[in-house]
């Protein structure tokens, strides 16, 4: 069953092995196991529900089923969840099964006067499907049931499929025909198809499948306005692209049903390489070079030395590590290496090639391919999320950010970002340990995605005070720079106050008027994406 507090399956009891404890102490200081609330405890504090209608067929009132469905993955939502000070739940949760359930439920809340939530797989990570506190009442509409493949036209490459669906249950259908979707997000196993569009996403090979704006060909969304059907154009000059307006709609706009994916052919080969770089500057030279020469790969990922430590004291294989390290340097390498991966997927001679060229341009760079440790992350790709649970348990605090910035300014953005979270605890007299990746790179710049550790506090709401500390102070960082404020989590709540900055007043006014057509009641997830109602 999935855990009601956390990432992934409840049975799953990935724990911080002895070296990456070490680590953390060494880098942070012992951590203090919090106590948790009980399922029991916190589903005892659920108000009754303010929803008259409470008993249509559509809706369940459960108080078990309001607390699973009240929050997501963000921080607060899981210092929210663990400490079981929730706030606010669902006074109901819907969960439509066709397009007409979808319909019936938007008349639902229009006639009784309440906000609707649309909730995918609950993985955001911004405070997309969050309840907050409300004067009327929330429905979460929970839509795992529209989930079927319900189309696909094989010789276009385009597959129909219900926005519920998850990737796990997806890939299987289309393999079946030859066929995959290429986007694959590290939420994976949790995430929905229409998450994935509403939020704007990127998967771990956007390298070389592209981001999800290029895989989403079009599709229905049933808003409270009414419905718009989006036909796949392979392009199209007719005005403005509204497909693009559904995307990082973020539930403001209406729900999307029925999602048309572009897919691609399932590879004849695919293979991830690991290098080791002499140092960062040389490490972004190469990747910059490799993106700028489109060298055909489908992943590159680029991590900072803290990083390329990191991984390897978490990786909890010491015997390994130690002959990785004699290997490095008996080739004369800097301590301060950095971890390169490379991957390559589509017809084997085009890999191969592609493979070959990155080859020699890494050699050019001073580059070391290190031997079985790209197999092991790619086997395990998937894994790194439930690291989060364990850290929690083991008294440790940890959230990742990503933001975006031209080439030209990748250097001074790093430096400011990890300096502004490394110092934002010293109130308290704590540190952060930062570090970062470079994981989505264009030939114009990079995305960067950064990951922070703190301890945790003994009181849950200074510990959720630590977290926005942090946040305030790497978000204040990236406005200011001048760089995005989310390259692939969304804007949710969390990031709302800076999208203002990003987009412009005219720009704020043109979306605010758009959210006002698709939903004039002004129905759909409040304060997602605009701070308010309508913005
Ligand atoms: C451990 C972890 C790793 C992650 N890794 C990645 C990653 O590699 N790449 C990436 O892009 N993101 C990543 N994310 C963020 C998140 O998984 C993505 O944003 C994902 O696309 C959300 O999908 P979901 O189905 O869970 O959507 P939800 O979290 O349920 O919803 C996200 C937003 O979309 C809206 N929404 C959802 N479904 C619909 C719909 N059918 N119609 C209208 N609105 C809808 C919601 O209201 C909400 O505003 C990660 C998150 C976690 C927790």
Same mark, same amino acid.
Request: hydrophobic share 40%; net charge neutral.
């Given at each position: 069953?999935?855990?009601?507090?956390? =990432?992934?399956?409840?049975?799953?009891?990935?724990?911080?092995?002895?070296?990456?404890?070490?680590?953390?102490?060494?880098?942070?200081?012992?951590?203090?196991?919090?106590?948790?609330?009980?399922?029991?405890?916190?589903?005892?504090?659920?108000?009754?529900?303010?929803?008259?209608?409470?008993?249509?067929?559509?809706?369940?009132?459960?108080?078990?089923?309001?607390?699973?469905?009240?929050?997501?993955?963000?921080?607060?939502?899981?210092?929210?969840?663990?400490?079981?000070?929730?706030?606010?739940?669902?006074?109901?949760?819907?969960?439509p099964?066709t397009n007409a359930d979808v319909r019936r439920v938007i008349d639902i809340a229009r006639e009784?006067?309440?906000r609707l939530?649309p909730?995918?797989?609950?993985?955001?990570?911004?405070?997309?499907?969050?309840?907050?506190?409300?004067?009327?009442?929330?429905?979460?509409v929970?839509l795992?049931?529209l989930?079927?493949?319900?189309?696909?036209?094989?010789?276009?490459?385009?597959?129909?499929?219900?926005a519920?669906?998850?990737?796990?249950?997806?890939?299987?259908?289309?393999?079946?025909?030859?066929?995959?979707?290429?986007?694959?997000?590290?939420?994976?196993?949790?995430?929905?198809?229409g998450?994935?569009v509403a939020?704007?996403?990127?998967?771990?090979?956007?390298?070389?499948?592209?981001?999800?704006?290029?895989?989403?060909?079009g599709g229905t969304l049933e808003a409270p306005a009414g419905a718009m059907d989006m036909a796949?154009?392979?392009?199209?000059?007719?005005g403005p692209d509204l497909r693009q307006l559904v995307?990082?709609s973020?539930g403001r706009l209406g729900f999307l049903t029925d999602v048309i994916?572009?897919?691609?052919?399932?590879?004849?080969?695919?293979?991830?390489?690991?290098?080791?770089?002499?140092?960062?500057?040389?490490?972004?030279?190469?990747?910059?070079?490799?993106?700028?020469?489109?060298?055909?790969?489908?992943?590159?990922?680029?991590?900072?030395?803290?990083?390329?430590?990191?991984?390897?004291?978490?990786?909890?294989?010491?015997?390994?590590?130690?002959?990785?390290?004699?290997?490095?340097?008996?080739?004369?390498?800097?301590?301060?290496?950095?971890?390169?991966?490379?991957?390559?997927?589509?017809?084997?001679?085009?890999?191969?090639?592609?493979?070959?060229?990155?080859?020699?341009?890494?050699?050019?760079?001073?580059?070391?391919?290190?031997?079985?440790?790209?197999?092991?992350?790619?086997?395990?790709?998937?894994?790194?999320?439930?690291?989060?649970?364990?850290?929690?348990?083991?008294?440790?605090?940890?959230?990742?950010?990503?933001?975006?910035?031209? =080439?030209?300014?990748?250097?001074?953005?790093?430096?400011?970002?990890?300096?502004?979270?490394?110092?934002?605890?010293?109130? =308290?007299?704590?540190?952060?340990?930062?570090?970062?990746?470079?994981?989505?790179?264009?030939?114009?710049?990079?995305?960067?995605?950064?990951?922070?550790?703190?301890?945790?506090?003994?009181?849950?709401?200074?510990?959720?005070?630590?977290?926005?500390?942090?946040?305030?102070?790497?978000?204040?960082?990236?406005?200011?720079?001048?760089?995005?404020?989310?390259?692939?989590?969304?804007?949710?709540?969390?990031?709302?106050?800076?999208?203002?900055?990003?987009?412009?007043?005219?720009?704020?006014?043109?979306?605010?008027s758009i959210v006002r057509t698709f939903d004039p009641e002004g129905l759909m997830n409040?304060?997602?994406?605009?701070?308010?109602?309508h913005?």
């Amino acid at each position: 069953m999935r855990r009601w507090n956390g =990432w992934g399956d409840e049975a799953d009891d990935t724990h911080v092995g002895s070296s990456g404890r070490r680590y953390l102490s060494k880098t942070l200081g012992p951590g203090t196991p919090p106590r948790d609330a009980t399922l029991a405890q916190v589903v005892a504090t659920v108000p009754p529900t303010r929803l008259a209608d409470g008993d249509d067929p559509l809706l369940s009132t459960d108080p078990e089923l309001r607390v699973r469905r009240a929050r997501g993955q963000s921080f607060p939502d899981l210092v929210a969840l663990r400490s079981g000070r929730l706030e606010a739940v669902p006074d109901a949760v819907a969960r439509p099964a066709t397009n007409a359930d979808v319909r019936r439920v938007i008349d639902i809340a229009r006639e009784h006067a309440s906000r609707l939530i649309p909730y995918g797989g609950g993985t955001s990570v911004v405070g997309g499907v969050s309840a907050r506190p409300s004067q009327d009442p929330l429905i979460t509409v929970d839509l795992a049931g529209l989930n079927t493949v319900s189309r696909v036209d094989e010789r276009s490459g385009l597959a129909t499929v219900g926005a519920g669906i998850t990737g796990p249950d997806l890939a299987p259908e289309l393999a079946a025909r030859g066929l995959t979707i290429g986007h694959e997000p590290q939420s994976w196993e949790l995430a929905t198809v229409g998450g994935w569009v509403a939020a704007r996403g990127s998967g771990l090979k956007s390298l070389g499948m592209g981001r999800i704006e290029q895989l989403y060909a079009g599709g229905t969304l049933e808003a409270p306005a009414g419905a718009m059907d989006m036909a796949p154009y392979p392009a199209s000059a007719a005005g403005p692209d509204l497909r693009q307006l559904v995307l990082g709609s973020e539930g403001r706009l209406g729900f999307l049903t029925d999602v048309i994916l572009r897919t691609t052919p399932l590879p004849e080969a695919e293979r991830m390489e690991a290098w080791a770089l002499p140092g960062w500057g040389e490490g972004q030279e190469a990747v910059r070079e490799l993106v700028q020469a489109r060298a055909g790969l489908s992943l590159l990922r680029l991590s900072t030395p803290a990083e390329t430590q990191t991984l390897l004291a978490f990786a909890d294989r010491p015997s390994q590590t130690r002959l990785l390290t004699t290997y490095l340097r008996v080739r004369r390498r800097p301590s301060d290496w950095v971890l390169l991966l490379v991957g390559v997927s589509g017809r084997r001679r085009i890999a191969s090639a592609a493979a070959a060229e990155a080859a020699s341009v890494l050699r050019r760079h001073h580059g070391t391919k290190i031997p079985s440790l790209a197999s092991t992350w790619y086997r395990t790709r998937f894994r790194s999320p439930y690291l989060r649970n364990a850290l929690w348990a083991a008294g440790y605090g940890s959230d990742t950010l990503e933001t975006a910035t031209d =080439w030209s300014h990748v250097p001074l953005l790093l430096a400011r970002l990890e300096a502004s979270l490394a110092g934002a605890l010293a109130p =308290w007299g704590e540190r952060a340990h930062v570090f970062t990746h470079l994981s989505h790179v264009y030939p114009s710049g990079s995305s960067l995605y950064v990951t922070y550790l703190f301890r945790l506090a003994t009181d849950p709401d200074e510990t959720l005070a630590r977290w926005q500390a942090l946040k305030r102070a790497a978000s204040d960082t990236i406005s200011t720079e001048g760089a995005t404020i989310t390259h692939h989590h969304g804007v949710g709540t969390d990031h709302a106050p800076y999208l203002a900055a990003e987009k412009g007043p005219l720009g704020m006014a043109a979306l605010q008027s758009i959210v006002r057509t698709f939903d004039p009641e002004g129905l759909m997830n409040p304060g997602v994406l605009l701070s308010n109602r309508h913005g």
